[in-house]
Structures are given as C-alpha cells and as structure tokens.
C-alpha cells in the first residue's frame, strides 16, 4: 500500500558515532552488549528524532544505507506513527518471537523501539520487500495503539466483527490491533491501492473496528501527513 517512491516527513541522517551499547534482540525484554555499534540519528518534521543502531557485523556504507532507508520508510507512514518511534535496532540475523515462538522480521519493544532483521532475501524486514512499509506501520501500530485491549468500545467493534484482518492477527488481540491499523491506512490513506473487491470484502469483515478507528483518530486529532486519509 505503501510505495519505495512515495513521499516521506524524513529530513536527514546524522552519524553519531561507534559505541559499546546494550540493545534488545530476540528477547525485547532482555539486552545483550554490542561492541562498535553504528549510531544515527534520522531526524523528521516537527524535529521528530529516531535513533538508529545497526549492529557492527554491517560495514559502515551498508549500515549508513540500511539506516537512511529505515528513516525514509518510517517517514512514509501517517505522521501520528512515524512520531511513535523513538530508536530501532538493527540486526542481520533472524529473530526469534517468544511470543508466537516463530522467526520474525521484526518486533516492537517497550519505549517505542523497533527491532528488526534486514537480511538479503525477501524478508519484509528488507527495505526492498514490497511489504516492507506495511511491517513497519504493523509495529508502530502496537506502540500508538496496544493500549486498546482495555477499551470497551473496542472490544465491542471487534466482538461485532464477523472476521480477523488476517490469520496472524489471529495469534493474540495485540497483534489484531496491529494488522487492523495496517488494514486501516490501506482502506482509509490508500484506498486507490486496493482492489474493488478486496476492499469491499474488508469493509464488511471488520467495518466496526474501521469505524471505532475513524472516530478514534479523528478524536485525537492525528496528523496523516504526508498521506490524505479520509
């Protein structure tokens, strides 16, 4: 829904410099010490700052070029979800869930953190995977919106929906949340992307959690800058 070209609130990467770090991997609850670990800094309108820290096992042009590329992609989403994160880490091997006990291409730690795997094939992990936009709107959608699993009315809307967006948003409600928000900016920002009747079969399948999210948004006043969602 999101494409390579497509314009983003990304403004400038600074290099920062090398260090010693602690950074969640497999385990975002747990940090393992890297030595000389690559440190940016992406900056965004309204002096937005995401730091990003690519592991050493990069060398220094391709760390450079993974981390620009992260930032434009984090830049592209709706702007009240590029400003939901606040670093990423990223690695080269696989991750592994212990959530869904599955390999992953990336995951959303606590504090507005993305790690994420950028290998050499067609992970969405991988800037160059075309889905590689929606992952990261999937996790800025648990960092903006996890907090839903408490509110009645959206308990409501999805007890009143007669489908899950997909079979992985089946594994828990948190990462329902998730993928509806992807399915939310598809229908919403980039509806000329969709399909007739792949959007008319999404509209019925989960139309109250796409209302709940309208007004939701609506309410807080969130900027979807640079996309037009109506």
């Known amino acids: 829904i999101i494409k390579k070209k497509d314009p983003s609130t990304f403004l400038n990467l600074k290099f920062i410099e090398r260090k010693n770090i602690a950074m969640e991997e497999t385990d975002p609850d747990n940090f393992e010490t890297y030595k000389n670990v690559y440190i940016f800094k992406a900056l965004f309108k309204n002096n937005h700052e995401v730091i990003i820290r690519v592991h050493p096992n990069f060398n220094m042009k391709r760390a450079e070029k993974i981390a620009y590329e992260?930032?434009?992609g984090i830049g592209q989403l709706p702007f009240f979800l590029t400003k939901?994160?606040?670093r990423a880490n990223v690695f080269k091997s696989k991750l592994y869930n212990k959530e869904t006990k599955k390999i992953s291409s990336a995951m959303a730690a606590s504090g507005g953190t993305?790690?994420?795997?950028?290998r050499a094939d067609s992970s969405s992990g991988n800037?160059?995977?075309p889905t590689f936009q929606e992952t990261l709107i999937h996790e800025a959608g648990h960092f903006a919106f996890n907090s839903l699993e408490y509110n009645d009315e959206w308990k409501f809307a999805?007890?009143?929906?007669?489908?899950i967006i997909s079979r992985y948003g089946m594994?828990?409600?948190?990462?329902?949340?998730?993928?509806?928000?992807?399915?939310?900016?598809?229908m919403r920002c980039?509806?000329?992307?969709?399909s007739k009747s792949n959007y008319t079969k999404v509209s019925k399948e989960i139309s109250n959690r796409l209302k709940f999210l309208d007004k939701?948004?609506?309410?807080k006043n969130y900027d979807t800058y640079p996309m037009i969602c109506k």
């Open 70 to 72: 992260l930032s434009y």
């Open 114 to 118: 993305l790690i994420i795997s950028v």
């Open 190 to 194: 980039k509806s000329d992307r969709i």
């Open 216 to 219: 939701y948004i609506s309410k």
């Open 127 to 129: 800037p160059n995977n």
């Open 171 to 186: 594994t828990n409600i948190y990462e329902d949340i998730a993928e509806t928000i992807v399915a939310w900016v598809g």
């Open 84 to 86: 939901s994160y606040k």
């Open 158 to 163: 999805r007890n009143q929906d007669p489908k």
